[in-house]
C-alpha cells in the first residue's frame, strides 16, 4: 500500500469497495491524471493513469492517455502497445487508432499507421488531422498518388485551407509533374498572396526550373511578406550572386545567418561570396564553421584548402587536400592542389610526385570515370527543404489528446497546430511569454535580466512555514518520478498536522502548494479557500490561487475527451462550464491578482499576469496599461517587454513594437531579434 491512501480522496481502494465510490474516485484520479498530461507534466500524468489501471485494468480509457503521455515523452513503442491494448478492449474508439497510427508513422512503420489512420477515418471521415496524417505518412511511404488523394481529399473539406496548396505542389513535384505543381503554385499565389509561402513554393519551382529572373521576384516577394523560411534567403543570394549583386547577396546571407545559426548550407554559401570577393579571412571563418557542423561536406573542405592556398597557409591547405583524397582516391584538383602547396614551400620531390599522380589519372580517364563517380564542386547549394510538412511539426500534446478537429477559418494558417498563449490569430507562430507561478522547481536563465527577487516573498521563506523555499518562475520543470512521490508522501504529512490543528492558514497554503505539484488544482484551490479565509490579507495565497484558477479555466477550454468532445462542451450540460461561467472564472482570477496588487502593489507579477489574461480576452489597451505597470516596477521585465512588443504589433503600433522587441532581446530574451527581422518594415 502507498502513502497515496490517505490522500488524494483516495487514490488505492480495495476492489471490493462499494462500486459507486470505486468509480467516482477513479473518475477524479483521471481527471487529475488529464491534467497533468494537459500541462505536459507527462512522467506525473503516466503514474495517475496507471492507478486507474490497477483499480480498473478492463477501462480502455487510462491506456490511451497513458499512451498519449508516452508519445510525448518519445516512447512510441510502448505507446503503441497501449493503444494496442486500449483497442483490445474498446475496438470502438478511433483515438486510440489515431494514437497508435502517429506512434507508428515515428516508427517507420508506415503501412501499420496508414492501416490505422484508415481504420480511424471509418468513425470520422472528415477528420482533418486524420487525413493530413494519412497524407504525410503515404508520403513518407513514397505512396505519392495516395498521399495525393488525401490531400485533394482536406482541400474538399477544407477550401479556406490554402496552405495545403505548398503540400499538393510538393507531391506533384515527388511524381515528377513539374507542369502540374506549377499550375497548383501558381492557384496558391492567386488564392493566398498575401502569405509568404506561396511566393517561396513558386520561388523554389522556378529555381529548380532554372527561371532565376522569376524566381528572384517571388523571393523577393515572399520576403516582403517577412518570410521566416531561412531557404528563401539562401536562394536569393544564390540568385543575386548569380546576377552580380554581391552586397545583397552578401545581405541575404547575413539575414539568414541570424535566422538560423546552425545552418551549415548558410556558411557555406556565404564563405565561396566572401571567397570570390577575396575577402579569405572572413571566408576560412565561414568554411570552418561549415565543416563544425557538417564534417562530411567535402565541397567545403575543397573551397577551405583553396582559400588557405591563398592566404598562403600551405601546410594546412596540403592536410586538407590529402582529406579529400583519402576519401576520393581519383580526385584531380586536389592532387593538383597538394603539389602547388609542396612546390610553394619548395618540397619539389613532393610537388612532383603529386603531378605525376595527377598526370596518371587524367591519362588514364576514361577507365576511372567507367569505374569512379566522384564529383566534387564548390558551387553555391539551393536550400530545396524550404519548407517542412505541416505533420513533421512538433505536436502539441498530440492535437489535445488526439481527438480534436480543426476549424475551418481562414485564420488557422498552422492547421495541424492548436497554439496556446497566442496573442492573436493573425500571427498563430508568435507566442506570448507564459504567466509566473510561484512553485519550488524552476529552470534557470542566467541570460534574461528579470528581477525575480521579492521582499515578501524572501521573508516568508525564511520564516521557513513551509516545506520548500519558493521561487517565482515562468519556465516550471515537470517532475521525476522520485519528485513524484515525494510530493504525494508530503500532502500525507501536512494532512496529517491538519488532522491535529485545522485553523493554520500556513499549513493549507502548504498543502495547496503540494496538491499544485501534483497537478491536483481542484484540492489546491480548495486549500487555498481556506488559508485566504484565516487570513484575508494572505497575499501569496491570492496569487497562487489566480494562477490555479486560471490553469483549471485553461485546462477546461482546450483539452478534449476520447470521444472527441471538448471538456468544455461536456461541462456546459453537465457543471455548466459555458461561455458566462468562463467569464465568471476569469472575474475572479483578475480579482485575486488585483486584490494581490492592492495588498502590495509594487508586486510586477502580478500586473504581468493579468495584462497575458487581457490578451487572451483581447483587451489589448488595458493589457498594454498593465504591461507598462509592471516594467515601471522592474525596468529589466524582459517578459513583459517581450509580450507588450506582441500586442503592440497585433493593433499596429509597430514602432513601439519593435522597441519593446529590441528591449527584450538586449535583456536576454534572443528570439526577440528573429521576430524583429520578420516584423520591421
Known sequence: MTPLKKVL????????????????????????????????????????????????????????????AKIQLGDYQSADEDCSKAIEINPFMPQAYYARGFARRKLSFYNEAIADFGKALEFSPNSLNLLMNRMDARDQNKDYKG???????????????????????????????????????????????????????????????????????????????????????????????EKKNYNQALCDYNTAVKMDKNNALIYYNRGLLRANLGDHNNALSDLNTVLKLDSTMSEALLQKAMVETSLKDYRTAIKDYKKIIAKYQYFLPAYFGV???????????????????????????????????????????????????????????????????????????????????????????????????????????EIRHTNLYYPTLEIYNKQKKISTLLKITNNELALTAELVNSHFEAINDISAKLEKDNQNADTYFNRSLEFAMVQDFNSSVEDLNKAISLR?????????????????????????????????????????????????????????????????????????????????????????????????????????????????????????????LSKAGELGIYKAYNLIQRFKK
Open 9 to 68: 480522496l483516495i487514490l488505492i481502494i480495495a476492489l471490493n469497495s462499494a462500486s459507486g465510490f470505486a468509480q467516482w474516485n477513479t473518475e477524479r484520479i483521471m481527471t487529475i491524471g488529464q491534467n497533468a498530461l494537459y500541462f505536459e507534466d507527462y512522467v506525473l500524468s503516466i503514474q495517475y493513469f496507471n492507478q486507474v489501471i490497477k483499480i480498473k485494468p478492463y477501462l480502455a480509457e487510462p491506456y490511451f492517455y497513458r499512451a498519449i
Open 147 to 241: 498521399a495525393m488523394e488525401d490531400c485533394e481529399t482536406y482541400l474538399k473539406l477544407s477550401p479556406k485551407n490554402t496552405s495545403l496548396y505548398y503540400e499538393k505542389g510538393r507531391l506533384q513535384l515527388e511524381m515528377k509533374d513539374t507542369l502540374a505543381a506549377e499550375k497548383t503554385f501558381n492557384l496558391y499565389v492567386q488564392k493566398d498572396s498575401a502569405n509568404f509561402m506561396s511566393w517561396s513554393a513558386r520561388a523554389i519551382l522556378r529555381m529548380m526550373k532554372n527561371d532565376k529572373t522569376d524566381a528572384l521576384k517571388d523571393y523577393t516577394e515572399a520576403i516582403k511578406r517577412k518570410s521566416t523560411n531561412v531557404g528563401d534567403y539562401i536562394n536569393r543570394g544564390i540568385v543575386n550572386v
Open 339 to 445: 603539389s602547388q602547396c609542396e612546390a610553394a614551400l619548395g618540397n619539389q620531390k613532393a610537388a612532383f610526385q603529386y603531378r605525376q599522380l595527377a598526370d596518371n589519372i587524367e591519362k588514364n580517364k576514361d577507365y576511372i570515370s567507367h569505374k569512379n563517380k566522384e564529383n566534387i564542386q564548390a558551387t553555391n547549394k539551393l536550400a530545396l527543404n524550404t519548407q517542412k510538412s505541416s505533420t513533421s511539426k512538433k505536436t502539441e500534446l498530440f492535437n489535445r489528446f488526439a481527438a480534436q478537429n480543426i476549424d475551418d477559418n481562414e485564420s488557422e494558417q498552422k492547421y495541424t497546430e492548436a497554439t496556446r498563449g497566442a496573442v492573436q490569430d493573425k500571427y498563430t507562430d508568435v507566442i506570448n511569454e507564459r504567466n509566473f507561478v510561484m512553485t519550488y522547481y524552476a529552470k534557470n536563465d
Open 536 to 660: 484575508p490579507d494572505f497575499m501569496l495565497a491570492y496569487f497562487c490561487r489566480a494562477n490555479i484558477r486560471y490553469k483549471l479555466l485553461d485546462y477546461n477550454k482546450n483539452s478534449v475527451d476520447v470521444n472527441g468532445k471538448t471538456v468544455t462542451d461536456e461541462k456546459r450540460t453537465k457543471k455548466v462550464s459555458s461561455e458566462g461561467q468562463a467569464l465568471f472564472d476569469v472575474t475572479l482570477i483578475m480579482a485575486d491578482f488585483s486584490k494581490v496588487n492592492d495588498l502590495n502593489p509594487d508586486f510586477s507579477f502580478a500586473y504581468y499576469n493579468k495584462a497575458n489574461i487581457l490578451c487572451s480576452q483581447k483587451d489589448f489597451q488595458t493589457a498594454i496599461l498593465n504591461y507598462t505597470q509592471a516594467i515601471k516596477i522592474d525596468s529589466d521585465f524582459a517578459e513583459a517587454y517581450y509580450n507588450r512588443g506582441l500586442t503592440y504589433l497585433f493593433i499596429g503600433e509597430d514602432t513601439k513594437g519593435l522597441a519593446d
